[in-house]
């Protein structure tokens, strides 16, 4: 079983930015599409954005489009999330999540996800 492991969270200021990272030890990320969920207290888990296996197609929430972006580093073995003017609503718990076939974009399910980290937290306050 593929294991994540997600870094880079904390407090920020409003507008302010942040990079997440997700790595995985032992197994390479490159057969996997890497997704990016968040969860608010209280609050259902959402998906915020998805990045192929290749790499090509990058998939954004309309609500983060424009502010963060996705991408990948096979020769790191990493996953990124770039934030950028970030918002008070985007505080939350971030996770990546894995799995061997092509991003659900549209819609993101977690249960379509086997592998995941154990989140980030990223709080976004004056």
């Known amino acids: 079983q593929l294991q994540l492991v997600e870094s880079g969270g904390g407090w920020v200021q409003p507008g302010g930015s942040l990079k997440l990272s997700c790595a995985a030890s032992?197994?390479?990320?490159?057969?996997?599409?890497i997704a990016w969920f968040r969860q608010a207290p209280g609050k259902e888990r959402e998906g915020v954005s998805c990045?192929?296996?290749?790499?090509?197609?990058?998939n954004l929430a309309d609500s983060v489009k424009g502010r963060f972006t996705i991408s990948r580093d096979n020769a790191k073995n990493t996953v990124y999330l770039q934030m950028n003017g970030l918002k008070p609503e985007d505080t939350a718990v971030y996770y990546c999540?894995?799995?061997?076939?092509?991003?659900?974009?549209?819609?993101?399910?977690?249960?379509?996800?086997?592998?995941w980290g154990q989140g980030t937290q990223v709080t976004v306050s004056s």
């Open positions: 999540a894995a799995r061997p076939a092509a991003c659900t974009w549209p819609i993101l399910r977690p249960a379509d996800f086997a592998s």
């Open positions: 032992r197994f390479t990320l490159e057969p996997y599409a």
């Open positions: 990045i192929s296996r290749i790499g090509g197609r990058t």
